[in-house]
């Protein structure tokens, strides 16, 4: 074998490599990242690690997300009477825990429902329980963290908060 057919080798086995690292770190679903194989890829290929010593932490899995004791507050950000109450005997009826009333958003003209969720020691499971409750009941709304907009409006025993919007109070009948 010759230099040039040797260069050539390595290239397109470097092409390789990087096809298939970009396919694993980008799944089309959005879920975690699957973890690289321990076994060598071809035979006399070493394991042992060459850069100094250095790991990369492997990526966490996003937990299941869950229903039952999920607890949930609706908070109304129309004008719409009983938006929020009918959101949160909705997200009851589909199991959710909620254990203090409906209430009104601090903010009004809200146009978009938007799912919010506690941070913390369970900030994961809370997102991942918020990120489903938005697609499957409120139309693939936003999910964002719960901030200090609703300190004195969401108590501590609420892990998600749902802010109706207008969008989701215009489907509702009379």
């Not at 409906?102 to 919010?116: E, M, R, S």
């Not at 409006?153 to 998600?160: E, L």
């Amino acid at each position: 074998m010759n230099l040039g057919t040797g260069r050539i080798l390595i290239l397109v086995s470097l092409v390789v490599i990087g096809v298939v690292v970009l396919a694993n770190g980008f799944p089309e679903g959005g879920g975690a990242v699957a973890a690289p194989s321990a076994s060598p890829s071809s035979p006399g290929a070493s394991t042992s690690p060459t850069g100094g010593g250095s790991t990369s932490p492997q990526p966490t899995a996003t937990p299941t997300p869950q229903v039952q004791g999920v607890t949930v507050m609706a908070l109304n950000g129309t004008n719409v009477t009983g938006a929020a109450a009918a959101a949160q005997a909705m997200l009851v009826q589909k199991g959710y825990s909620a254990p203090v009333a409906a209430a009104d958003a601090p903010n009004a003209g809200v146009t978009t429902t938007t799912v919010y969720y506690r941070t913390g020691a369970d900030a994961a499971q809370n997102k991942s329980n918020a990120t489903q409750m938005a697609k499957k009941y409120f139309n693939g709304a936003p999910v964002k963290k719960l901030d200090q907009t609703f300190v004195d409006v969401v108590p501590a025993t609420v892990s998600i908060a749902v802010v109706v919007g207008s969008d989701y109070a215009s489907t509702l009948t009379p």
